[in-house]
């Protein structure tokens, strides 16, 4: 059905000039800010990356590739970008095995709730990062409730903060929900009738699962993966509350450099190597799925 | 082929455990919160509001409160307005545009937000403004809020009945009463759910306002997390408790406004 | 009152109607019939204001409309779907239109309360569209087009989302409404019986071209095409080729005999055509019962293959030879049944002769 057209985009005044219609103001205002504030920064940043720096913080207009050089061949580089590609993916992994049957619940409670259901887990998003990693620190910290408990079992006290466990339990925990409901939408989308229909034809209830809901959900396992990848490996407050000033990724490490040590086109190209990295991860990523998605339309 | 009922509990298990992960440190720092020692203990050793009068005494914190609400006041009316124009322009106007001008309005919830932090920043070092003054950490919160909004109503606007405004056309009112006396009131929940949901993102937001404030001007979570990495008292606990309240306050209206169903998983309400 | 010249509407290469010509005069109730898809919908929207033709002209009360925006057009809708505001009451829904006239309150107050007494809708003006019937929320609807004193009132399938008893008596309240009111109106509807009911003159639509203009009368009975006489009612359809034509009758050759029908114009002797007779034309004659006096004089015999009991009729399969298959309907009192001889009777003034298409096709 064609739409209706409440006012064409472009108006013709008396002469018959083209001027843009009113129509057009909607967007410009929003096209101006996200013009200045997302495109031309990142474009600035590419710019900056290829100058050289400069000791007073500023830089010199000499186009060089020393700053993607002398980051790329710094081990030390690496293993921050290792570390932080590592705990991203393990959150991926993990938040996935426990939001999953969660979600899968979710999906097929009565509406009513769940939505009660969905308000406990979208209240915690709301909170805030500070908020909810402090929590972890009263419950993992030496003198937390857990090692408390531990004590008082007299069982040995773990080490469950300031190092990577902690960072990854606090990752997770954010980022959980985000999971729960990018899973949600496709698994709510999936006909309750086609496992029953499995079931008619002789499955088991993990066999109807495994081989008609689970391909079904893999969209929702796509977009949730890549969601909190993203988020997991640009997480800034956790990895410096829970992993004390020991565990360094990428976030910490390019922060440094431009606040602290002003330098920014070593700074820019950093940022600028670490989101190449994220991206080539979840190219990869994604086109191993669509290789297991390939039977889906 | 386990019975019924224990497959079922097999099942329900990690759904539980799930719950609980979820809610510990929410409840944990509602503990702490009215906890009277300096740290938790189970069993906790007393009810006191002592935190809160920290809280409230600590002119840093309470500077650093009403500062963020007003950015995420301000922030929030802006984005409102600029995401509803937009969602209005994408849904209706775009035509060949749309796929690029929804994948650009969207994107900065694709983007690490501590990226762009820093990308903005050098770029306002690099035209000599710096952190001077609001306008950076205004401009990077509306990035990142904008797409909710936008988001949202597109939502609502997208299950909007045109023929609604087509009788309201035939009986008589022009393209902007029409849009004035039906498309506005009817989507008015998704516009405010919007307004809520940016509201409350800047609020909470970390990578723009730790790099983007101006010295002195440090929003709460920033603060918070300045306070945590060095003293370790309950008092960010009672700030906490703010935070949580507000949350809740925030799921209960969108949930009326518009059903949570619209809003965070991206599909009409049944 | 309202004109049609030469309509035509294409979105991108889809041409949903073709060169309308159409004038409804004041007071007419039409019906724009047809198959889904065959551009009735999309005619109404372009009189309503809301498509613009891609050629031609619309004229309302000799004024030429066709480039108004639709809030200057005086016509009334009626959508599908009421198109009621929800977040308004029924008394706003319905004065809505005044306000837009900045008709004063208390002349609006007034008229509302006269209409939704009329209409039937009294206590309901604080209600909300959500709270009323369907039935309920379609006098609505028609009420908020009604106070408006349109020229023209345009109703696009009103009756679509009713159950089949409320469709039915709404469709005689709003024939009612009708002679009541008196305003010209044009309703679209793919449902013949509706068009049937209440229009003074039926256009029939198919495929974006119009096909035949007329009274029901004799929409039902002389279609003019083979695809009008296959929407409209059911037909057996006889292959024929014309053997003689003499006074109005003709003599049509077929694989089961010579049939004598209606002679008709542009068909002479040696065309082909198709010989249309309604099922309920045919009188069935069980072997050996006796033929009365005045018996029709085609006879065709045949063999029941097939019986369907629809309760006030029985709905028969009869063949009769060449593999010619008819359908005729009969009362249920002395039916007859599956393998039984039978002989079909019927007069030549049922027998309407339809042009096959110059290739030879249906």
Known sequence: MATTKVASTESRTSQGIRVPSPTSLLILPTLVVVGFFLILPYLNMLYISLMTANNQGAFERKLT???????????????VIGLTVQLG???????????????????????????LLMMLIITPLLIGVVIRTYGWMIILSDTGLINQALRALHLPAAGLMYNSTGVLIGLIHIYVPYMVLALLGPLQAIDPDLESAARSLGASRWNAFWRITWPLSLPGVLSGSILVFVLAISAYIIPQLLGGFVTITMPILVVQQV?????????????????????????AYARLMAFFMRGLS | MLPERVDRALFLTPVVALYIF????????LLSAFNAGNYLTFPPQGLSLRWFEHFLESTSLMQS?????????????????????????????????????????VSPLALPGILSAIAI??????????????????????????????????????????????????LGAGPYMTFWRVTLPIIRSGIVAGAIFAFISSYDNVPMSLLLASVGMTPLPIQLFDYLRFAFDPTPAAAGTLSIVLAIVVVLISERLVGLDTVYVGGPRR | MLALHGISKRFHDVTAVSDLTLQISEGEQIALLGPSGCG???????????????????????????????????????????????????????????????????????????????????????????????????????????????????????????????????????????REFRTTSIYVTHDQAEALVLADRIVVMIGGVLQQVGEPHEIYERPTTIEVADFIGLSNLVPAEVAGVAQGLADYRTAVGTLSGLARDGLGVGSQAWLS????????????????LGSKPNHLHGTVTDTAFLGNLMDYRIEVGSGLRLRAQGSPGDAAAIGERVKLTFAPQDAWPLPKTPNGHD
Not at chain 1, 268 to 276: D, P
Not at chain 2, 22 to 29: D, G, R, Y
Not at chain 3, 151 to 156: F, T, Y
Request: with cysteine; glycine share 6%; proline share 5%.
């Open chain 3, 277 to 292: 007779i309604r099922p309920e034309h045919f009188r069935i004659v069980r072997e050996g019962v006796a033929e009365s």
């Open chain 1, 89 to 115: 993916l393990l959150t991926v992994l993990i938040s996935l095995l426990i939001s999953y049957p969660a979600a899968y619940h979710l999906s097929r409670q009565p509406p009513r709730r769940r939505g």
């Open chain 2, 65 to 105: 409160l009403v500062l963020s609400l007003q950015l995420a006041l301000i922030v929030s009316v802006v984005s409102t307005a600029l995401g509803t124009a937009a969602a209005i322009y994408v849904v209706r106007w775009s035509g060949r545009y749309r796929e690029f001008l929804r994948i650009l309005l």
């Open chain 2, 22 to 29: 979820l809610i510990a440190p929410v409840v944990v720092v």
């Open chain 1, 259 to 283: 606040t602290d040590l002003l330098n920014w086109p070593e700074g820019s190209a950093l940022t600028v190597i670490f989101f190449v990295v994220a991206v080539v991860i979840l190219a």
């Open chain 2, 121 to 170: 920043l050098i770029l306002l070092y690099a035209i000599g403004v710096g952190t001077r003054g609001m306008i950076g950490l205004v401009g990077g919160h509306i990035i990142v809020t904008l797409p909710f909004v936008f988001l949202i109503v597109s939502a609502v606007l997208v299950r909007f009945d045109r023929s609604l405004e087509e009788a309201a056309r035939n």
């Open chain 1, 65 to 79: 590739f020393e700053n993607y050089a002398h980051n790329l061949t710094d081990p030390f580089i690496w293993k």
């Open chain 3, 40 to 178: 009735k919908t999309t005619t109404l929207r372009m009189i309503a204001g809301f498509e613009r033709p891609t050629a031609g002209r619309i004229e309302l009360a000799t004024r030429d409309i066709t480039g108004l925006p639709p809030e200057r057009r005086e016509c009334g809708m009626v959508f599908q779907n009421y198109a009621l505001f929800p977040h308004l009451t029924v008394d706003e829904n319905i004065s809505f239109g005044l306000q837009m006239r900045h008709v004063p309150s208390s002349e609006r107050r007034t008229r509302v309360r006269a209409i939704l007494e009329r209409i039937g809708l009294k206590g309901l003006d604080r209600r909300y569209p959500r709270q009323l019937s369907g039935g309920q929320q379609q006098r609505a609807a028609l009420a908020r087009a009604l106070i408006m004193n349109p020229k023209v009132l345009l109703l696009d399938e009103p009756l679509a989302n009713l159950d089949a008893k409320l469709r039915e008596e709404m469709r005689f309240y709003i024939r009612s409404l009708q």
